[in-house]
């Protein structure tokens, strides 16, 4: 299992590609007024966004959210800042740590994101733990961590973000996926171990996750419950049981995007679409105030 700060051996949100525009090259079929934001149309319910700006933050090692490699289940924490000057376009801190738990996450998370290391503003930031920490303490100490500890550092992570100006609003929590318990003993046996994880476990830290971003004010992505809806067989979503499939990445990307339209969706324009660049002089749209 692996973590990180913000959604692995590799990060999974690392596709290039972003929604695809509309129709018309984006433009409004109403006129603007001069100055004014450029309306950002949606992707359709349930569409997968596709085109060259979506890289998002992630959490861990789930890796590519459309599904080219199954990444493995990791914890961690994932920034999203306005700061490359294009269209819908954003910076992305991804860290992930293969094995981390939320509490040596919580140690160096100040080393990570902290005032003055060129994440100022960030527009939302991801933090994806507690499969690593319910680990059941008989079969795996290292990474466990009780399920107060683990409800305590989650607080701990969201008020250290606060203290360094990342309102609760951009924080989004996720939760630990399920766990498919008969294809993830299968793994552990190969390992030379017994069961380290259990189903019903890593709901509690599911649970826990949810009354944190509850009592903190922040968005949060129930992952455990999502998988589960109307008692559907989740095993598609796991590759060995526990961390995700292309499937599983292609699911948690497309219920994680809503939330990130809303945080993402009032960056400014600060150039220009491609096809709304004046042609005869360009300096017009590209030296102006990029509504030319």
Same mark, same amino acid.
């Given at each position: 299992m692996e973590s990180g700060v913000s959604l692995p051996r590799e990060p999974w949100f690392t596709?290039? &590609? #972003?929604? +695809?525009?509309?129709? #018309? #090259?984006g433009r409004s079929a109403q006129p603007r007024a001069r100055g004014s934001p450029r309306p950002r149309p949606a992707p359709p319910p349930g569409a997968s966004p596709s085109g060259a700006d979506r890289r998002i933050p992630? /959490?861990?090692?789930w890796r590519c959210a459309s599904g080219r490699s199954a990444g493995a289940l990791s914890s961690g924490l994932a920034? *999203?800042?306005?700061?490359?000057? !294009?269209? &819908?376009?954003? =910076?992305? $801190?991804?860290?992930?740590?293969s094995g981390y738990n939320t509490r040596w996450a919580k140690i160096i998370l100040p080393r990570l994101i902290r005032k003055g290391s060129g994440m100022e503003n960030p527009v939302v930031v991801t933090i994806f733990f507690g499969a690593n920490d319910c680990s059941l303490k008989d079969e795996n100490p290292k990474q466990h961590v009780p399920l107060d500890e683990y409800s305590a550092n989650l607080r701990d992570m969201v008020q250290y973000l606060r203290s360094v100006d990342i309102p609760g609003e951009r924080i989004i929590l996720i939760t630990p996926p399920p766990l498919y318990e008969a294809a993830w003993e299968k793994e552990c046996t190969l390992k /030379?171990?017994?069961?380290?994880? $259990?189903? !019903?476990?890593? /709901?509690?830290? +599911?649970?826990? *996750?949810?009354?944190?971003? &509850?009592?903190?004010?922040?968005?949060?992505? =129930?992952?455990?419950?999502?998988m589960q809806k109307d008692k559907q067989d989740f095993s598609s979503y796991l590759s060995d049981g526990l961390h995700l499939s292309p499937m599983g990445n292609e699911f948690l990307f497309s219920n994680l995007w809503p939330l990130l339209v809303k945080k993402v969706s009032s960056l400014p324009w600060l150039l220009p679409y491609w096809k709304d660049v004046e042609e005869a002089k360009p300096e017009l749209s590209l030296l102006g105030d990029g509504d030319h």
């Amino acid at each position: 299992m692996e973590s990180g700060v913000s959604l692995p051996r590799e990060p999974w949100f690392t596709d290039s &590609r #972003g929604p +695809a525009a509309p129709a #018309g #090259g984006g433009r409004s079929a109403q006129p603007r007024a001069r100055g004014s934001p450029r309306p950002r149309p949606a992707p359709p319910p349930g569409a997968s966004p596709s085109g060259a700006d979506r890289r998002i933050p992630a /959490g861990e090692p789930w890796r590519c959210a459309s599904g080219r490699s199954a990444g493995a289940l990791s914890s961690g924490l994932a920034c *999203c800042s306005s700061g490359t000057p !294009s269209r &819908r376009k954003c =910076d992305v $801190l991804n860290r992930g740590f293969s094995g981390y738990n939320t509490r040596w996450a919580k140690i160096i998370l100040p080393r990570l994101i902290r005032k003055g290391s060129g994440m100022e503003n960030p527009v939302v930031v991801t933090i994806f733990f507690g499969a690593n920490d319910c680990s059941l303490k008989d079969e795996n100490p290292k990474q466990h961590v009780p399920l107060d500890e683990y409800s305590a550092n989650l607080r701990d992570m969201v008020q250290y973000l606060r203290s360094v100006d990342i309102p609760g609003e951009r924080i989004i929590l996720i939760t630990p996926p399920p766990l498919y318990e008969a294809a993830w003993e299968k793994e552990c046996t190969l390992k /030379g171990c017994k069961l380290n994880r $259990l189903h !019903s476990v890593a /709901g509690e830290y +599911a649970n826990a *996750c949810l009354t944190v971003a &509850r009592d903190c004010g922040t968005d949060v992505l =129930d992952l455990w419950t999502l998988m589960q809806k109307d008692k559907q067989d989740f095993s598609s979503y796991l590759s060995d049981g526990l961390h995700l499939s292309p499937m599983g990445n292609e699911f948690l990307f497309s219920n994680l995007w809503p939330l990130l339209v809303k945080k993402v969706s009032s960056l400014p324009w600060l150039l220009p679409y491609w096809k709304d660049v004046e042609e005869a002089k360009p300096e017009l749209s590209l030296l102006g105030d990029g509504d030319h």
